[in-house]
């Protein structure tokens, strides 16, 4: 089993997290549930009692043309897709040149900008299910059409990792759209964070709420809900996974009790203290 040792301070798009042995997944039959996996770190808070975290290695990161499909490794950073759409003249992914991840990541938090998400071209992915076998139907084989999956704004029912996905393939790599893209980031802070905070509730903007309840610009240490787009957590000077989570959960309480609506995380949190759902430290309906 290998490991390398990542140092998520400058690994995580946010820059918080300390040096940690990350064991590299290299086939689906050393799949350990016990393990947490990891795409590139940015939609992902590491805090300092992290689970055990597990990464892919570099055989799954490659992107390829066959039968008519579009194959990808679930390790392939979003940059490689769009370049490689660009250069085959691909419609349908232009959305991912503005979307940093991996193919693994942008699949299990089904990411996306506006109506443009992975899962519109989909059709299926290949998941490592050789060693879970318990909770699988026997014969289950690991591929899941997209109709098999539960999926939605920002979420999918996929519990295990995911080593590589099928899409449709178009011709007609539009332009036009990659500068559409481009346009709807300028509203949002050139800082380390980890995309959204918070989902948007349903009919409503997360970052509206937090900057109704004050805390618009507010700074703890050295994290700080941007001044720029509220739903933004933003590290702006050093900032520390205890000021996140801080910042985190004053935003879930105010807008709690101002507005009866509770902030679910976009962002991920892998500290053991705050993963378990029915936690009191971040559920308010569970009482302490
Ligand atoms: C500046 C910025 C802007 C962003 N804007 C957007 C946006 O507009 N829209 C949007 O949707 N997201 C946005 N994000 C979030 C991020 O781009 C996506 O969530 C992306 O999918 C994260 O991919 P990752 O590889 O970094 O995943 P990670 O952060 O490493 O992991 C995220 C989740 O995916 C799971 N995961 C990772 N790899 C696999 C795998 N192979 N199999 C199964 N599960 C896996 C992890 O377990 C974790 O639960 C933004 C992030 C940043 C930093």
Not at 14 to 28: Q, W, Y
Not at 46 to 71: A, F, H, V
Not at 197 to 217: H, M, Q, S, T, W
Request: net charge negative; hydrophobic share 40%; glycine share 8%.
């Amino acid at each position: 089993m290998n490991s390398k040792l990542i140092d998520f301070s400058r690994f995580s798009s946010i820059k918080i997290g300390g040096s940690l042995d990350v064991f590299i997944l290299e086939e689906a039959s050393e799949y350990d549930k016990d393990y947490y996996l990891i795409g590139a770190c940015n939609n992902t808070l590491i805090g300092t009692q992290p689970p055990p975290l597990m990464i892919l290695s570099k055989k799954y990161d490659y992107i390829k043309i066959e039968e008519n499909l579009l194959k990808i490794g679930a390790a392939t950073p979003s940059g490689k897709i769009a370049s490689f759409c660009k250069k085959h003249d691909i419609a349908n992914f232009e959305f991912v040149s503005h979307l940093p991840g991996t193919l693994g990541g942008l699949v299990k938090m089904n990411a996306g900008l506006k109506e443009y998400e992975i899962f519109n071209n989909l059709i299926s992915v290949s998941t490592c299910v050789a060693s879970c076998s318990e909770e699988m139907p026997l014969g289950f084989d690991g591929v899941k059409k997209r109709e098999e999956i539960n999926f939605g704004y920002r979420f999918t029912d996929i519990q295990t990792p995911i080593l590589k996905a099928t899409f449709t393939l178009s011709h007609g790599f539009d332009r036009d759209k990659v500068e559409l893209f481009k346009k709807m980031r300028l509203n949002q802070p050139n800082m380390p964070s980890a995309g959204s905070c918070f989902k948007n509730p349903v009919g409503d903007y997360a970052g509206r709420l937090i900057e109704a309840v004050g805390l618009k610009g507010y700074r703890v240490g050295g994290m700080e809900f941007s001044e720029m787009h509220a739903n933004f957590l933003v590290n702006a000077d050093n900032g520390s996974f205890d000021d996140a989570i801080f910042l985190i959960q004053e935003a879930q309480k105010r807008v709690y009790e101002q507005f009866g609506i509770w902030l679910e995380n976009e962002i991920i949190v892998l500290d053991t203290r705050y993963m378990d759902k029915s936690s009191p430290l971040i559920n308010p309906h569970v009482k302490a």
